[in-house]
């Protein structure tokens, strides 16, 4: 289980490095989009786990869905809110509230709270417990939520 989750921890790093530079390369609606695109996977694999903790527990779900939640939280997402990113472009709307361009030292601590619970929940996922799943699952949703509440708009 640990070399699994070591597996998914190097590639989720050689996401980021790979994800920072091919997000130079878009443009900022690409960078919203793609952003959006990343955030809409982690809140359907949420959603799995929520499920399972709801109704009939499988340990296996619970741990893809909260590896593919840290892989993405571990993928540099950051560089996807380039200038520009920050209004709407056309037809692609976000809900970014303007400081999280200003706030640095904040949206730093946010971004790192949230990938401490994210890889939290991967790694309690690998073992499996059905309740310190919960805990984690909670933290999780914590951490999210913090990010919502400062950063996007209603």
Known sequence: ???????ALI????????GAVQ???????EQIQT????????????????????????????????????GI???GMGALYG??????IDDVKTRVKPELFTNQEEVGEVARNFIEAADNMAEV???????????????LGESCKACHDKFRKD
């Open 1 to 7: 289980m640990q070399t699994r989750l070591r597996s």
């Open 11 to 18: 590639g989720a790093t050689a996401i980021a490095v790979a």
């Open 23 to 29: 997000a130079a390369d878009l443009t900022p609606k």
């Open 35 to 70: 952003r959006q695109a990343g955030y809409s996977f982690m809140s359907w694999n949420m959603g799995k786990i929520k499920s399972n903790l709801e109704g009939n527990f499988s340990q296996p779900q619970v741990q893809a869905a909260a590896e593919a939640i840290a």
């Open 73 to 75: 939280a571990n993928s």
């Open 83 to 88: 200038p520009g990113t920050d209004q709407d």
């Open 125 to 139: 996922a690998a073992f499996g417990d059905e309740a310190e799943v919960k805990k984690a699952f909670g933290q």
